[in-house]
């Protein structure tokens, strides 16, 4: 079956960078779209980034451009995320999710699977 799992997460000062991992297993890691969503507390779960099957094919909100990097390895059916110039508003629990097709998305109605969720504390 689908599973995702990441890792990565931890307490970071702010200024500070961390880079998460999603390892994939039970699909074709290679032909899905994939993102990174995050919740943090109080709030509903957020977009961070997304990647189409093209490793250029990116997209991220506004709040993370230029911070933040998504990437994947298909020979490895790994997810990253780079995290750099990291502001205590990027506390957060964060997901990585596989998209149902190939294009990527920012709704959460077009990802079936999601993983257990890593935590990030930027705190001073």
């Known amino acids: 079956q689908v599973q995702l799992v990441e890792s990565g997460g931890g307490l970071v000062h702010p200024g500070g960078s961390l880079k998460l991992s999603c390892f994939a297993s039970?699909?074709?890691?290679?032909?899905?779209?994939m993102g990174w969503y995050r919740q943090r507390a109080g709030k509903e779960r957020e977009l961070v980034a997304s990647?189409?099957?093209?490793?250029?094919?990116?997209h991220y909100v506004d709040s993370v451009k230029g911070r933040f990097t998504i990437s994947k390895d298909n020979a490895k059916d790994t997810l990253y995320l780079q995290m750099d110039s990291l502001k205590p508003e990027d506390t957060a629990m964060y997901f990585c999710?596989?998209?149902?097709?190939?294009?990527?998305?920012?709704?959460?109605?077009?990802?079936?699977?999601w993983g257990q969720g890593t935590q990030v504390t930027v705190s001073s």
């Open positions: 999710a596989k998209s149902k097709g190939w294009l990527k998305s920012d709704s959460l109605s077009d990802y079936d699977y």
């Open positions: 990647i189409g099957t093209s490793t250029d094919d990116t």
């Open positions: 039970g699909f074709t890691f290679a032909i899905y779209a």
